[in-house]
């Protein structure tokens, strides 16, 4: 079965200071990756996706994230942190042989101190 | 602007209670979702549907029952309330079912069964 991790349930990190989200994935064949952001009180905001070519993929805020197929990873990255990125970030895979269905990690909750 | 709009927001129901969570998307989207979201845990998919009457199972459906009358409406039904059903609920909604679209999200409803 399909499988997605997060192995940091939370991460501090000083603003300013550079920030790498993991997320390892279990999936047979290359799969669709993307990376979610929920603020407080809000709904999940697609940050990025990867399905295909270029591994480095660009998303909005400044966001970026790698998919290494040998590793089976998708780590999300931001070069300076600012405060507006506390969030919890989740990490997902769709597959497409069982009925098209996302799996989603179990996130990670990012805290930003001044 | 609104995308997809969940009601109610918080809701407390009792053991044995029924209420419907509503979900309505004005983006023409065909593939509506609900998923829920427990503490610690990755969201799980409820139901899904393909589009007007068509719905179908996701991982977690036990105790709870869809509809898909219109387009734009996808609302979940909860029969008998249970504390195992205290969660996050979030509706999402996408183009196309592929996994290789996006999915946009709703607010959310925080329910609590007591």
């Known amino acids: 079965a399909q499988s997605v991790t997060q192995p940091d349930i939370h991460i501090t990190v000083s603003e300013g200071a550079s920030l790498e989200l993991r997320c390892n994935y279990s999936?047979?064949?290359?799969?669709?990756l993307f990376w979610y952001v929920q603020s407080p009180g809000q709904g999940l905001q697609l940050l990025l996706k990867?399905?295909?070519?270029?591994?480095l993929v660009q998303g909005i805020k400044g966001f970026e994230a790698e998919f290494k197929r040998s590793q089976s990873s998708f780590n999300l990255r931001k070069p300076s942190v600012h405060w507006s990125d506390a969030a919890e970030y989740f990490c997902a895979v769709g597959e497409s042989n069982t009925g098209n269905q996302f799996y989603f990690g179990t996130g990670t909750s990012l805290t930003v101190i001044p | 602007n609104a995308g997809v709009t969940q009601t109610p927001k918080f809701r407390i129901l009792k053991i044995g209670q029924s209420m419907t969570l509503q979900c309505t998307q004005d983006m023409n989207h065909n593939y509506m979702y609900w998923y829920r979201q427990d503490p610690g845990m990755g969201l799980k998919l409820i139901y899904y549907?393909?589009?007007?009457?068509?719905?179908d199972k996701g991982e977690v459906p036990n105790g709870y029952n869809v509809s898909r009358s219109t387009t734009e409406d996808f609302p979940l039904r909860l029969e008998l309330a249970a504390p195992s059903q205290t969660s996050v609920y979030f509706c999402a909604s996408s183009r196309t079912g592929g996994v290789n679209t996006e999915a946009f999200f709703g607010q959310g409803t925080r329910l609590t069964v007591v």
């Open positions: 999936y047979g064949a290359t799969p669709y």
């Open positions: 549907s393909v589009g007007a009457g068509i719905t």
């Open positions: 990867y399905f295909s070519g270029d591994t």
